[in-house]
């Protein structure tokens, strides 16, 4: 394509996606695109529509105008989902544009070395597997234990365990994580990104509407009681729960004091809603880590101090940045 053919492009891009009756006609072209395809494809031998799912614009075009709500299988190079057609976050993700998500995992093992030994991997927050199953199946790790609380996303986790043949490998909880056993917390659910499910505290409005999101209730224990005898030397915990990490930590005393590897999500304004900073920080600056990365910049090593914390949460803000942290 020239320069100038691109660039008209990019400007029509642009105007479809910020005037509404456009959104809606390039939405009907796509439908009509697709089923026409179907339509074409099927009168002739050769199968040539899987030979176009292998093009991003065409998976795109498919997962966005498959009707809601619809189970979509996801190929992803060596691994298999099945994802929601309603799932606009990760399920997305895997179907349009495959496993983006783990090239931070990959880039944490090479930070740990060849001495890590990567037998287990603690995935709390696991939603459908995109971190566990490839982790495990690319033998990444030895095994892995996931932690989903959201009983759809927990049922597609399972089901994405066992269609890539890992059911052996990964043992799975239906539960959340809290401070204290035996709780039963609210959790609110997204309705269009269901990596967005999250322990509700605050009812209020918050930017993206959460007053308005369903909740239901789930049941909730330690980390030190579900992983109670931790090995910390080929132990990696991968934390991602829409900001209640700092909670979450708070009972998980046993396990810090151990030293393991530990990669959460540090969202400055899922921390505000929960009210965990203060409990992450002290769960953090209260054992022997000593350092960290920030995986938007993983070739700078920075001790870990308040200050340092106070400074990312700073640079991010309160309106919706995220990174992710390796704590050491």
């Not at 990959?106 to 287990?120: C, Y």
Request: neutral net charge.
């Amino acid at each position: 394509m020239t320069p100038v053919a691109e660039s008209l492009l990019t400007r029509i891009k642009l105007q479809l996606k910020t005037v509404p009756f456009l959104v809606a006609a390039k939405r009907a072209l796509y439908r009509h695109t697709y089923l026409t395809s179907k339509f074409v494809f099927g009168l002739v031998r050769k199968p040539l529509f899987p030979s176009l799912m292998r093009f991003g614009a065409i998976r795109q075009l498919v997962f966005d105008t498959t009707p809601n709500p619809t189970l979509v299988v996801a190929q992803c190079q060596t691994e298999t989902f099945i994802v929601s057609s309603r799932d606009s976050g990760i399920g997305r993700m895997l179907a349009c544009h495959g496993l983006l998500d783990y090239q931070s995992l990959e880039t944490v093992v090479s930070l740990l070395g060849p001495n890590f030994s990567r037998d287990l991997l603690v995935d709390v927050g696991a939603n459908i597997g995109s971190i566990c199953v490839p982790a495990v199946s690319r033998g990444a790790f030895k095994r892995a234990i996931a932690i989903e609380p959201e009983p759809h996303n927990f049922s597609l986790l399972s089901a994405n365990v066992f269609i890539n043949q890992v059911s052996g490998q990964i043992t799975t909880h239906n539960l959340a994580l809290g401070p204290t056993s035996g709780d039963s917390l609210t959790f609110e659910l997204s309705d269009s990104n269901f990596g967005d499910h999250r322990i509700r505290t605050s009812s209020d409005a918050g930017l993206y509407g959460e007053d308005r999101r369903k909740t239901l209730t789930v049941r909730s224990d330690t980390l030190d009681s579900v992983v109670p005898d931790l090995k910390p030397e080929g132990t990696l915990i991968w934390m991602d729960t829409q900001g209640f990490e700092g909670h979450i930590l708070t009972g998980a005393s046993k396990a810090l004091a151990k030293g393991p590897p530990l990669v959460i999500e540090f969202w400055p304004y899922g921390m505000k809603r929960t009210g965990s900073f203060s409990s992450l920080k002290a769960a953090l600056l209260q054992t022997n880590y000593e350092s960290f990365y920030d995986l938007s910049k993983p070739n700078e090593k920075l001790a870990l101090t308040h200050d340092a914390l106070d400074a990312i949460y700073a640079s991010l803000g309160e309106f919706g940045n995220f990174t992710d942290l390796l704590i050491l």
